[in-house]
């Protein structure tokens, strides 16, 4: 089954206790991204990646690390989570072109005490 | 800076009934558009992505409509159903690299 999968779907840690969310796509999708979704804010794209090697900045990426080292894990990295950061995160992927839609994984719920 | 707003921010109707949701952009510069839907604790399901040559996307009882130069789109659900209930969410993808959401509009078809 085509699939976006992210690890832990729940996760409640403790301030700068650093942390590692996984993302893995079966469907061999170049681009690959990072949202993080807050009431009142809707869904904010983080990083992202064009292909393996590439990653950049989106519109929130403070406090966060991405690495592409294989086309289908796309790992979210925080160093010292802080409580700002308790939020709901979505990894999506898709296709390289613009003609493709995205497909999202189920949402990882992070709470940082 | 693109922004995306869309409007009303929830609605309720009975069953039955057509209905259409907003979306505006404010940077006419994008590749598509794009219409997800949310359901409580889930994540996004795609439900249809419009290119920026095209000007609407049907797929069922839904209707995706794009105006690039007025910064805005539409989507028209016909026969409303209860299982039409969700979170509708519009995100334009800007150059094919960046993708801003729109705040989203909370939707109850009630029986």
């Known amino acids: 089954e085509a699939q976006v999968t992210q690890n832990p779907r729940y996760l409640i840690t403790v301030t700068g206790k650093k942390l590692t969310v996984t993302c893995s796509q079966n469907?061999?999708?170049?681009?690959m991204s990072w949202y993080r979704q807050d009431p009142g804010l809707g869904l904010r794209q983080i990083y992202y990646?064009?292909?393996?090697?590439?990653?950049d900045k989106g519109d929130v990426p403070e406090g966060y690390k991405v690495s592409r080292k294989e086309k289908r894990n796309f790992p979210l990295i925080l160093e010292s989570p802080s409580p700002n950061q308790t939020s709901l995160y979505f990894c999506?992927?898709?296709?390289?072109?613009?003609?493709?839609?995205?497909?999202f994984g189920p949402g990882t719920r992070l709470t940082v005490l | 800076k693109q922004e995306v707003t869309q409007i009303p921010a929830a609605l309720s109707v009975p069953e039955g009934e057509n209905l259409v949701l907003n979306c505006s952009f404010t940077?006419?510069?994008?590749?598509?558009l794009q219409w997800f839907r949310q359901d409580p604790g889930k994540g996004l399901t795609s439900l249809l992505l419009?290119?920026?040559?095209?000007r609407e996307q049907t797929s069922g009882r839904l209707n995706a409509s794009l105006d690039k130069s007025s910064g805005r789109s539409t989507l028209y659900i016909a026969a409303s159903q209860p299982g039409d209930s969700a979170t509708y969410l519009c995100?334009?993808?800007?150059?094919?690299?960046?993708?801003?959401f729109g705040p989203g509009t909370r939707l109850s078809v009630l029986p």
């Open positions: 469907m061999n999708h170049e681009y």
């Open positions: 419009i290119q920026s040559s095209q």
């Open positions: 990646s064009m292909n393996v090697e590439v990653t």
């Open positions: 940077d006419s510069a994008i590749y598509n």
């Open positions: 999506a992927s898709r296709f390289g072109t613009v003609t493709d839609t995205q497909y």
């Open positions: 995100a334009v993808d800007n150059y094919g690299q960046n993708f801003v």
